[in-house]
C-alpha cells in the first residue's frame, strides 16, 4: 500500500478508544469528526439521530469520499453509500446480525466491500439476559410484583433451576455463552446445529441435528433463540413449534423477530401453553403501541438493548484493531460476513 488507508469513525466512538486505534494501528489514518456524529443517548449507540446543517452534510461527504475503510455503517446514507463512498473497500461493523441489513439495502449486488460483524462482542451480555429471564420465572417475579402492588404479603414457592432443560437453538458464540452460565446452575442443556454428528460441543448434554426440531423442543422447558435470521429460520417457531414444547415453557428470544411467528406466540402465551417470554428482538422495532406484548404481565419487554452494555465499544474496537493488522497484511478478515449465507 503506497498511502496510508483512510477510517472514518461512522458512529460515535469514545475519544479514547479513537486514540488506541490510533496509537495501535498507526500505519492507518483514523478520521474522526465527533461533531458530524450524533450525540449519543446511551454507552454504545450507534444509531444516534443526526440533524446536520448544509455545511455539515457537504463536509462528511467530503470524508465519505476519502475513506477507504468504515467503522460502523453510515446509518445517515444508507441506500446511497455506494455513491458516496467512492473508494471504500471494507466496513467493519458494530453489530454481528448485519446479514439481512446488507441484503436489503442490496450492498452485496452494489458493490465488491467486504463486511465484518462484531460476532461475539455481545454474547456475554446476551447469555446474562438469558439467565436473567430464566431465574425472574423461576422465582415468580411476576408473582412477586403483582403481591408488592398490592402491599400483600403471602408465602409461595418458586423452583430451581437446577430441575430444568434448557433448549438452544443456535450454538454460536451467544449460544455457547448462554450455555455456559446455565451450566453454573446444574442446568441440562440441549441444542441443535447443521452437523451435530461432527462433534461434542462444550456445555451442551445433548445434540440434535437440523431435522430433529421438535425432539428438541419437546425437552425445552426453556428456549433460547440464538439462531441468525435466515430463509431457513425465518418463521421457525411456529404455532406447531410451540405445541411442541411442554406446557409452561418459557421462549427467550436473542435472535429476530422474525424467527418467531408473533401471532402464535401471543396465542400460546394467553392459552397457557407458553408460562412467558423474554424478548429483545420483534417483528417490528419499535413495537407498537397497542401491541398485545405491552400489557402481558408473562412477557419481559426488551428495546432491542440486551446485547448493549458498558463494555460494547471497548470489545467491539479491540475487533476492529486485530482485523486492521490482519486487512494491512493482506490477510483474512475475522468475522467476515458471508453474503449468501447471511452470518
Known amino acids: 500500500m503506497t498511502s496510508r488507508p483512510k477510517v472514518l469513525i461512522a458512529s460515535y ?11 495501535e494501528v498507526p500505519e492507518v489514518e483514523v478520521i474522526n469528526r465527533p461533531d458530524l456524529l450524533g450525540a449519543p443517548r446511551f454507552i454504545a449507540d450507534h444509531t444516534s439521530p443526526n440533524p446536520r446543517t448544509p455545511e455539515n452534510e457537504a463536509a462528511w461527504r467530503a470524508l465519505l469520499a476519502e475513506a ?7 446509518h445517515t446514507h444508507r441506500e446511497d453509500l455506494p455513491e458516496l463512498a467512492h473508494n471504500l473497500k471494507w466496513i467493519q461493523a458494530t ?6 441489513f446488507v441484503k436489503r439495502i442490496g450492498y452485496a449486488d452494489k458493490t465488491d466491500w467486504v463486511f465484518t460483524t462484531s460476532s461475539g462482542v455481545h454474547a456475554r451480555p446476551l447469555a446474562e439476559f438469558a439467565l436473567m429471564a430464566m431465574l425472574m420465572f423461576a422465582k415468580d417475579f411476576v408473582y412477586l410484583q403483582s403481591e408488592k402492588s398490592a402491599q400483600h404479603w403471602a408465602r409461595y414457592c418458586g423452583y430451581e433451576l437446577s430441575s430444568k432443560t434448557l433448549a438452544i437453538i443456535g450454538l454460536g458464540k451467544i449460544g455457547r455463552e448462554t450455555a455456559r452460565l446455565a451450566k453454573a446452575f446444574d442446568m441440562r442443556v440441549v441444542g441443535n446445529r447443521r452437523h451435530a454428528a461432527d ?3 462444550e456445555f451442551i448434554d445433548k445434540l440434535y441435528g437440523p431435522d430433529e426440531l421438535m425432539p428438541l423442543l419437546s425437552e425445552a422447558n426453556f428456549l433460547v433463540l440464538s439462531a441468525p435470521h435466515t430463509p431457513e429460520t425465518e418463521g421457525l417457531i411456529n404455532a406447531e413449534a ?5 406446557r409452561g415453557a418459557v421462549l427467550i428470544n436473542l435472535s429476530r423477530g422474525q424467527v ?14 407458553l408460562g412467558g417470554a423474554a424478548l429483545d428482538v420483534f417483528e417490528i422495532e419499535p413495537l407498537p403501541a397497542g401491541d398485545p406484548f405491552w400489557t402481558m404481565p408473562n412477557v419481559i419487554v426488551s428495546p432491542h438493548s440486551a446485547s448493549t452494555a458498558d463494555t460494547e465499544n471497548d470489545k467491539i474496537t479491540r475487533v476492529f484493531i486485530e482485523n486492521l493488522h490482519h486487512y ?7 468475522n467476515k460476513l458471508d453474503t449468501d449465507l447471511l452470518y
Request: charged residues 25%; aromatic residues 4%.
Open 13 to 23: 466512538l469514545e475519544p479514547e478508544l479513537v486514540e488506541q486505534i490510533r496509537r
Open 199 to 201: 462433534r461434542p460441543v
Open 260 to 273: 418467531v411467528d408473533q401471532p402464535a406466540m401471543v396465542a400460546a402465551l394467553q392459552s397457557g401453553q
Open 328 to 334: 494491512l497484511k493482506g490477510e483474512t478478515l475475522q
Open 68 to 74: 477507504d475503510i468504515l467503522f460502523d455503517f453510515d
Open 95 to 100: 453489530s454481528a446480525g448485519i446479514g439481512q
Open 242 to 246: 410451540i405445541a411442541a414444547m411442554p
